[in-house]
């Protein structure tokens, strides 16, 4: 079970409150400047930090509908990267040179102007890669302060993270407990809660990840039944070693050619889950992607292969914490983060992600 004696309770130190005939806010506890990333260009090519530029801005002064949010702590994620190429063809959320960056994240409310929202409130959701922020309601998810949750929590089990790894399996996968699943990525973020999330449903899970050391955190911590280090052996041989009836269920995350291999060892009525494909997230140019050479074996082992972005399902968000939220309780799914200290740090972290460093759900602390 989780605890963090650090979660406070009641309105923060800084936090202002709206009088009731909605008078401008009493701001004068509030610092005066507040420090964001800016998108200076695309990043194209190999990742270069330097598409993002730090700035120094006022505080935001709190419009009609919206609430303002002292950021805690922010999520780094793969998606940060392909955002930041500015290209609509990988960017579903409309980000601009000139803008602030965006990302999941959780804070606490120091200003509302806003229905439902309080001075002191927990909230976690979509906004700017700064000290403080302005967010409208429907990006927004406000939580009762739970001992048994951190705040790490909402940037991983109870975020995009953990709903993807509920939604792509249930949901996607059609998981069942007879299933044979393999998962890449899977000392990550999202692979590490989809394979305790399988297994905790029964199934024998396979976890695909980056040297020995993550590949026995894989087993011994997270209770997959093996685990394969893609940087060291063939993973086509080995999942047909591992999986002699082949594979039922795909969750994967890194697709290329890991996603080739896994083709080539499908069980009849196969499903891949397309959450996600890491390895071709940081190309050096588009003539570096990788071309499977399998797609056409969905085809005689009658499969199915379906992709999914968790963000488009946000009216779902509670059915999927549900599931996850007794696990997290009972300890069934571990959630372990890497944080990085300091907003000023998030541009480079991303390059922990893209290289494998990362051990856990990687964030930066505000
Ligand atoms: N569809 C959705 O809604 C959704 C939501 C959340 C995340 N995702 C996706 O899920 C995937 C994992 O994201 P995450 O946030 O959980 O990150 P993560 O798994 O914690 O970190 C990324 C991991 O990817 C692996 N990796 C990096 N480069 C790779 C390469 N060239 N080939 C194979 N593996 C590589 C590394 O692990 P190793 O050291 O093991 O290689 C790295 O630790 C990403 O593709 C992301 O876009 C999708």
Redesign the pocket.
Known sequence: MRHDDRIGRGPGRNATRISANGDAPQRKQLPMKNHAWIVAEPALGAYDPKCLQWEEREVPEVREGHVLIRTKLLSI???SR?WLKLDPATTYIPIAVGDVMIGAAVGEVVESRAEGFEPGDLVSGMWGWEEYSLATPEYLQRHDRDDRIPDEAYVSVFS??G??AA??LMEIGRLKSSDTVVV?????????IAVQLAKAKGCRVIG????EH?CRYVVEDLGADDAID??AVDVREALAEKCPQGVDLFFD??????LDAVLANMAWNCRIV?????????LPNPDAAYGCTNLHLLMYKCARME??????YTGRYAEFDDILRPLYIDGSIVARS?IVDGLDKAPESIS???????N???MVRV
């Open positions: 994620d793969p998606t392909n995009h993270i709903r993807a939604f792509g890449s990525a899977a000392a990550g973020a999202t692979g590490s695909i990840a980056g040297g993550k893609y940087r995350n890194v697709g290329g050619a890991v397309v959450c996600g494909a890491m390895s071709q997230y940081d992709g999914f972005v968790a963000g488009a890497h922990l992600l893209l290289d494998g460093k990362n856990g759900k990687l």
